[in-house]
């Protein structure tokens, strides 16, 4: 069977957003990828702490929850910017977004046809005031119009993935009993998706209702996996198997099980079990456990890769392959307690996984991007946004430099890390790399005076091995 999924592109994409006296910001205006500079799907904004990342991506929710809440009813509200976040002495804020659709097109004056590009904005004035901004949503009740239309023409027609992964998003929140009525409707893959991101009870729950469905319509695992052995792939039976609806395996758990291991790979096999109570386990390595002894790492990968996935599988019950659906999703401080290692292939990762997405990201870490080449990166300092070159380099390993903060370390150390960058700055590769080595015996292998150091060696790598 020829897999068409993976032709469906991302339908919903925000080309740019702007907030007007929001948080720290008078006036900012974001372009996000794909843009013409950058191919990609990603944009990520790295900045210390203070710098405005979260502001931006909450305001991104507050803007995007109007989208949603009108693809569930007509007349839906979404969140309001909160007074709190009206920049201080100034009487009113607003956020306005600039969003388009490709399956919605309009003629354009040469008669040819364009992609049609909604603009909305949600202003909030201060009790009391008299405000400059005004609330404009006409724009997003027509794009949300357009996919209530497509539910009424087909029952499961695609939706798009909107959703928020703020800091404080819940991790493995395990419930201990379940409730046995379930509806998991298209729509309900919304279901705090802008305020939570996270919803680990849910997914749980979903998981679960999915695997019963699986045990009963589906050949069991085990009888499956020594079918295959003798028979191969490739017979026959197994089409025959597919047209009676008899699959091992439910699709939509499937997904869900292979982002998890494409993410993490090495662990697999994620499954709901009820002895000696209620929990869930996956194998690592050969050995099962339950996620709950799992590192923190760990746990919040599974979380967030398994809830987005889960809602990926649930608006786009017809795709062959759910993690092809669209969408746009985003992500607060994306390395958040994980290992550099992780951190360095998180974007490729994202990318791969989720081939139709919009990723918007936040990070600390230099390192989620030190390996992506165009993405979209912009370095945010102190309130203004720099975009970083598209093809990571030292320009933008020395903004990093100047701007992110320095650790305290001790002279000896210090003197090692300048040797090191001499060593580096004059290409001489082998004294960098015995001196990188003898600071990573020293050193947590997440300090961040290694990671720069890192980043840079290997540009220089790149550098002589081009010349
Ligand atoms: N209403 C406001 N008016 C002015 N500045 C604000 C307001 N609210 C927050 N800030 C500033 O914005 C900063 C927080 O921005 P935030 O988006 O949380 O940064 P980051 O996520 O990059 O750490 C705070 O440190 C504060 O200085
Ligand atoms: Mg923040």
């Not at 795709?319 to 974007?347: A, F, S, T, Y």
């Not at 490729?348 to 936040?362: D, E, G, R």
């Amino acid at each position: 069977m020829v897999n068409r999924d993976n032709l469906l592109g991302n339908n919903v994409e925000i080309k740019k957003f702007t907030l007007n006296n929001i948080g720290r910001f008078e006036h900012i205006e974001v372009s996000l990828a794909p843009s013409e500079n950058s191919q990609s799907n990603v944009t990520v904004f790295v900045g210390n702490n203070g710098a405005g990342k979260t502001s931006l991506l909450k305001s991104l929710a507050t803007s995007l929850s109007w989208f949603v809440s009108r693809i569930r009813s007509e007349k839906g509200n979404g969140s309001p910017i909160p007074e709190l976040v009206i920049h201080n002495s100034k009487p009113s804020a607003a956020v306005d977004i600039e969003v388009f659709d490709k399956q919605i097109q309009v003629e354009s004056s040469d008669e040819e046809k364009t992609d049609a590009i909604f603009y909305w904005t949600i202003a909030k004035v201060r009790k009391g005031r008299k405000g400059q901004h005004t609330t404009q949503l006409s724009d997003v009740t027509v794009l949300a119009n357009h996919y209530r239309q497509l539910l009424s023409e087909n029952d499961s027609a695609r939706l798009p993935l909107i959703a928020f992964y703020p800091v404080e998003r819940s991790v493995l929140d395990i419930p201990l009993k379940i409730r046995d009525k379930h509806s998991f409707l298209q729509l309900d893959g919304y279901d705090n998706s802008l305020n939570q991101g996270v919803d680990f009870r849910r997914f749980f729950e979903w998981f679960r209702d999915r695997e019963d469905s699986e045990n009963e319509s589906g050949i069991p695992p085990e009888i499956y996996d020594s079918l295959v052995a003798i028979l191969g792939k490739d017979h026959d039976v197994w089409e025959s198997l597919g047209k009676m609806g008899a699959s091992p395996r439910d699709r939509q758990l499937t997904a869900v099980r292979s982002a998890i291991s494409h993410f993490m790979p090495g662990f697999s096999n994620l499954r709901v079990r009820r002895k000696p109570r209620l929990h869930m386990s996956i194998d690592k390595q050969g050995e099962t456990f339950n996620v709950a002894q799992l590192s923190q790492g760990e746990k919040s990968l599974i979380a967030l890769v398994g809830d987005i996935a889960r809602r990926l599988a649930m608006m786009n019950p017809e795709l062959e392959n759910p993690l092809h659906g669209d969408g746009i999703v985003l992500i607060d401080e994306v390395d958040m307690h994980l290992h550099p290692k992780w951190q360095r292939c998180l974007i490729k990762q994202f990318t791969s996984t989720f081939p139709n997405c919009q990723f918007v990201l936040t990070t600390h870490s230099p390192l989620v991007i030190s390996d992506s080449k165009d993405i979209l990166a912009y370095l945010l300092d102190d309130g203004e946004l720099k975009s970083l070159p598209s093809l990571f380099g030292l320009d933008a390993n020395s903004v990093l430099l100047d701007v992110m903060d320095t650790d305290i370390r001790n002279a000896e150390i210090d003197t090692a890390l300048k040797d090191l960058l001499d060593a580096i700055q004059e290409a001489d590769l082998s004294r960098a790399r015995v001196q990188l080595s003898s600071l990573e015996a020293s050193l947590p292998s997440n300090n961040f005076e290694l990671t720069k150091a890192r980043l840079l060696l290997r540009k220089q790598e790149l550098r002589c091995e081009k010349n």
